[in-house]
C-alpha cells in the first residue's frame, strides 16, 4: 500500500504546516506512516453504503475516497469519525472505497475495498459484524434437505451463487445489474447442484446437470469441478486434492480481486499471487478492467503455459511462472505466449508477426505495463464458456471448446488479420 499525497492534502499540508511552525515549534505527534488502518465494517442497504475503519492514532481527519472503476477517485468526504454514511448510492454498482487518515503531514491508507449495494458482501471484513459468519457456518449444522444442498463446498457456494443471495448467478453466468440480468464476466458453469463432488464431473455439449436449465445458458465447456488439480493441462504440481470453488477463491476473503487466492501453490515463489483488476458496473454490463497478475493466477495451476515473447517461434524448455519447472509434458512445445504487449511497439516487430494496432472485436486485456498486453482471460473465460464453438482437439486426445471467448478461426483472425 503506497502512502500518496493528493493536490488536495498537499495544499492542506503546506497551510497546516505554516500556522503549526508559525505558533509552536514543539515536536508534533505525528501519524506513523508505518501504522496500519482496516475496514472493520462494509454494509450495504438499498441506496446506502455504510463504512467503518480503525482509528489512528493523532489522525486530524479522515478523507474518504470513493470510485466506481479502481481507477478515478474523488473525495466523497472529510470529518474526524471513524465511519461514513454514503446515500449517494445506486443499487447494483460496484464502488470502492479507500480512507485516508492524516495529520496533514504523514498520510496512510486503508486497502481499497469494494461495496455491492443493496448486498453486504458476506467474504471479509467481518470485525464488526460476524453475523455474517452465519451465511455460511450455520449452514453445515442445519438438518434435513438443506443439510444435503451444502454437504459440499460447491453446494454451499451455490445457496447464494444461483443468484438467490447474491446478485452472481455462476450457474447460469448471470449478474443482475440495475437494467436487469446480463452475462457475468467469469461465464457459466451449468447447473451444479445436488451432485457428489468428490467425483469428477465432465461436461459435453448440450449437457445438463439435471436437466432443469434453461438452454440457452448451458455451457460447452466448464472448469470442471471435482477433478484431482494436479491433472490441470500444463501443469507441474503434485496437488492431489479436488478442484472446488475455494481452490481458487478464499471465502473469508483476500484482498486480490474476487478474493482470488493469494497463496495458490506459492511454495516456491518468493511473492503471494497478486491480482488486480476492477469492475466497472453499468445498468446492462459489468466490464473488467485487467490490471496484473491474471496470468500468474492462471498459471498457478497450469504452469507451463506461463511463456513469454517469442514462445510461438521455439520449442519450450523453461516456464515464466515463478517456483515451476517445466513438466516433461511441455518439454519442446511451441506455447503461444502471454503477458506480451498486444500493439507491436516497432514497425519490424509488427512485419515479424503480423499482429495489427487493432483488434476486430474486443477482447479483454491487461494493462499493467501502460499498453494493452495478452492475458489467459483474452481468451478464455475462468469458469465455462457457453458459446457454441467447434471443438479443439485437447492434450488429453479429447475434444472441448476449452472455456474460449470465440470460435477457432475468428478467436486467432480477432488479432492477426493476415
Ligand atoms: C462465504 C462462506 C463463508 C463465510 C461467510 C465464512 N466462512 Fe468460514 N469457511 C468457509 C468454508 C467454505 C470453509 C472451508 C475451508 C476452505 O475451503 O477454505 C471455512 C472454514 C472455516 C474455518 C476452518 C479453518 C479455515 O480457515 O479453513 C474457520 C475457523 C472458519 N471458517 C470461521 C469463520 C468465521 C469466524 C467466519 C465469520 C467471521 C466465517 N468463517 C465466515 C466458508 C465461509
Ligand atoms: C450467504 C450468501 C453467500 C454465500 C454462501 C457465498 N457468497 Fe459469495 N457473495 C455473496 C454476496 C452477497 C457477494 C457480494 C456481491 C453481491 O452483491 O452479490 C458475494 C461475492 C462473491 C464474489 C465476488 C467478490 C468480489 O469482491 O467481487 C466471489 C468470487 C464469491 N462471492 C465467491 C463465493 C464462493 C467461492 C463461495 C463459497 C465458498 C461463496 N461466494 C459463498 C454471498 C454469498
Ligand atoms: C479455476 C479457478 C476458479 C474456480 C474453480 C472458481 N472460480 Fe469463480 N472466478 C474465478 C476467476 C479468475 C474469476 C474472475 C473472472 C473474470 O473477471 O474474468 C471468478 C469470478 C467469480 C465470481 C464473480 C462473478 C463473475 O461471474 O465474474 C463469482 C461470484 C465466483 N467466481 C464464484 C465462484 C463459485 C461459486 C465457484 C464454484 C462453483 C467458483 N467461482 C469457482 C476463478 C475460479
Ligand atoms: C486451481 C487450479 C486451477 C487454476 C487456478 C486454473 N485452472 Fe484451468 N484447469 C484446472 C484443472 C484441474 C483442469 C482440468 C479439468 C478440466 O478439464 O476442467 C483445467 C482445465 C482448463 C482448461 C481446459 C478445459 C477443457 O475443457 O479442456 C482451460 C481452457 C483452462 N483450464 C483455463 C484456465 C484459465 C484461463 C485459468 C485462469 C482463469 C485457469 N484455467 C486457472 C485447474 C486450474
Ligand atoms: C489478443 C490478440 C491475439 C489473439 C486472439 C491471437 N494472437 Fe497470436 N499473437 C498475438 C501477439 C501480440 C503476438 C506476438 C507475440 C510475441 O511477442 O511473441 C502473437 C504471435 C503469434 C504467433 C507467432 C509466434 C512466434 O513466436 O513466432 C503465432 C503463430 C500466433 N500468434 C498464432 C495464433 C493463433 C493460432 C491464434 C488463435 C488460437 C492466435 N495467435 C490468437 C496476439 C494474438
Ligand atoms: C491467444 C489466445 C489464447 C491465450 C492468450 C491463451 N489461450 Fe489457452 N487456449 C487457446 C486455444 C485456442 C485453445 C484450444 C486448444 C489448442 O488450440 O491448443 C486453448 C487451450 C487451453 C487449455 C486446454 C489445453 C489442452 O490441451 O487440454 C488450457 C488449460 C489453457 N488453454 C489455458 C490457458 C492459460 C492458463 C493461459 C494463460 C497462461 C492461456 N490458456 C492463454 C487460446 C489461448
Redesign the pocket.
Known sequence: MGVKFGTKTILAFVLAGTIFFGLNAVAHAAVDPEATMEFTAVEGSSGRVQIRWTPVQDATAYYVYKSTDGVNWNITNVGNAQSYQDNSVTDYVNYYYKVQATDYITSIYTPTVPAYPPDTNVHGNYAENTSLCAGCHLTHSASGEKLKVATTI?NL??TC?DGTQ?K?N?LT?E?RLSGGIYP????P?GN?KELDYDSAVQVVAGYTYDGSQEPSNLPTSI?N?GEIVATAPGSNTAYVST???T???NPHGSTN??I?RDDLFTAGRSTPIIVE?Y?VTGATSEN?N?VKG?VD??SG?HSDFHQPSGSGGVGADKTQQEGFNLSAASAGKRMHSVDMRLTAYDFNENLRYGVPLTMLSPL?TESWAGTPTVAC?TCH???GTKEALTPNPVRNGGQSTALKRMDKMKLCRNCHQK
Open positions: 460447491v457456494c451455490i451463487h447474491s452472481y455462476s453466468g449478474v457475468a464476466p467469469a461465464g458453469f451444479l472448469h469441478l478442484m472446488n470453488c481452490t481458487c477463491h480481486y474476487r482470488l483488476a469492475a473488467i485487467y491474471n493466477f492462471c495451476c479483454p482471460m473465460y475462468a469458469h
